[in-house]
């Protein structure tokens, strides 16, 4: 077999291998990440390194296995769009933080998201009381968008930023 469809092959098998997976362990995106998230992905990245492409460390050895990425995940986007199935598969939903004043408890435990950072998104939306919340979703991308106002209803946008410190791999 010639070593460059080898890479391909092998660079696809990962690409869809790291789809379930990631879809398995319930990551969302990128802007949901903390800091043990973001040193799995570059540890993951190292570990599947030589599953792609093998003994070939050539540089077109690696452009092959870009290439490949590149058009596997073209090519999964365009499908995605077409087919609800494998968008609902692959692809999470929205879900209702609060609602009316209420704070969904259940939804935002299962989410992992603290107090602390429903109350910063809820400040940088201009926001002080839950109560004058009328929707707060946790979107798709990872960010939290709060509708709030009475007449004048008002949007704003939250994006969850990856935490910094050691001390919050817990949250």
Same mark, same amino acid.
């Not at 949007?155 to 001390?167: A, F, M, P, S, V």
């Given at each position: 077999?010639?070593?460059?469809?080898?890479?391909?092959?092998?660079?696809?098998?990962?690409?869809?291998?790291?789809?379930?997976?990631?879809?398995?362990?319930?990551?969302?995106?990128?802007?949901?990440?903390?800091?043990?998230?973001?040193?799995?992905?570059?540890?993951?990245?190292?570990?599947?390194?030589?599953?792609?492409?093998?003994?070939?460390?050539?540089?077109?050895?690696?452009?092959?296995?870009?290439?490949?990425?590149?058009?596997?995940?073209?090519?999964? *986007?365009?499908?995605?769009?077409?087919? *609800?199935?494998?968008?609902?598969?692959?692809?999470?939903?929205?879900?209702?933080?609060?609602?009316?004043?209420?704070?969904?408890?259940?939804?935002?435990?299962?989410?992992?998201?603290?107090?602390?950072?429903?109350?910063?998104?809820?400040?940088? /939306?201009?926001?002080?009381?839950? *109560?004058?919340?009328?929707?707060?979703?946790?979107?798709?991308?990872?960010?939290?968008?709060?509708?709030?106002?009475?007449?004048?209803?008002?949007?704003?946008? /939250?994006?969850?930023?990856?935490?910094?410190?050691?001390?919050?791999?817990?949250?």
């Amino acid at each position: 077999m010639n070593p460059y469809v080898d890479i391909v092959i092998r660079s696809v098998s990962v690409y869809l291998f790291m789809v379930i997976a990631l879809r398995i362990f319930g990551k969302k995106q990128l802007s949901q990440l903390n800091t043990a998230d973001v040193i799995l992905i570059l540890l993951i990245s190292n570990s599947v390194q030589n599953a792609m492409v093998g003994n070939n460390t050539s540089l077109y050895g690696g452009m092959v296995a870009a290439l490949a990425l590149f058009i596997v995940n073209y090519i999964f *986007k365009k499908v995605m769009l077409k087919s *609800k199935f494998i968008k609902d598969l692959v692809q999470d939903t929205p879900e209702i933080l609060i609602h009316n004043g209420k704070i969904a408890f259940e939804t935002i435990s299962r989410l992992g998201i603290t107090n602390d950072e429903l109350q910063e998104a809820m400040r940088e /939306h201009g926001v002080e009381y839950y *109560k004058d919340v009328k929707l707060a979703m946790f979107e798709i991308d990872g960010s939290i968008s709060i509708i709030s106002g009475d007449k004048n209803l008002k949007q704003t946008h /939250h994006k969850r930023k990856i935490h910094k410190t050691l001390g919050n791999l817990n949250n």
